[in-house]
């Protein structure tokens, strides 16, 4: 039990603070709305599930015998990051009507495999919270629907916190001003990475 509530705690944290898919979602949120993001949400949860499986598949023993696999998956996810910090800025310069749709399901999910927080989460949750007392598949599933359960919420408040804030964009200024924060903290993201 004790184990349990450790990893709702870690996953409540990891999944809350600022990463590069929460502020995608609060981005989301103020240019699409709340509704309009939901499937983001949806995506963030099911890959986290199937990236913390894959974790307890095989896949954290591989990235810790392979270092270079590591660093790898740090240089690709920082160069789709600065892509995206790239996106979020013009954001700012365009019409809504401009903006490609919001992210659904599996493009949520996908952008999951490139996210660098997402992957420390999932390696680090089925590597250090993963019940001894169960066998490993069960144990797993067990990490996979902790951490999803936390996931929901935490990207649920950061897309209501983006579409509340969007009553506050009524000028192409303050979009302006909005898109280069939100860029500038999905760059300082990468700096997190790398630590």
């Not at 804030?165 to 903290?185: F, H, K, N, T």
């Amino acid at each position: 039990m004790a184990q349990l509530l450790a990893l709702l705690g870690f996953s409540f944290v990891s999944s809350f603070t600022p990463g590069p898919n929460n502020i995608l979602l609060w981005a989301s949120g103020a240019t699409f709305g709340f509704r309009r993001t939901v499937p983001h949400v949806i995506g963030t949860a099911l890959a986290i599930g199937a990236m913390a499986l894959a974790a307890g598949a095989g896949i954290a023993a591989l990235v810790a015998s392979v270092p270079v696999l590591g660093v790898a998956m740090r240089v690709a996810g920082s160069a789709y990051l600065l892509w995206l910090a790239w996106r979020i800025l013009r954001l700012g310069t365009l019409h809504q009507a401009d903006v490609a749709r919001p992210l659904s399901v599996p493009g949520a999910m996908a952008f999951q495999v490139v996210n660098p927080k997402a992957w420390i989460f999932a390696l680090g949750a089925v590597t250090t919270f993963l019940p001894p007392e169960l066998p490993a598949v069960p144990g797993t599933v067990l990490v996979a629907l902790a951490m999803m359960s936390m996931i929901v919420p935490a990207a649920c408040a950061w897309a209501a916190a983006g579409g509340a804030m969007a009553r506050l964009l009524d000028g192409p200024r303050r979009r302006r001003v909005v898109s280069a924060v939100l860029a500038a903290m999905v760059v300082a993201t990468i700096m997190l990475v790398w630590i």
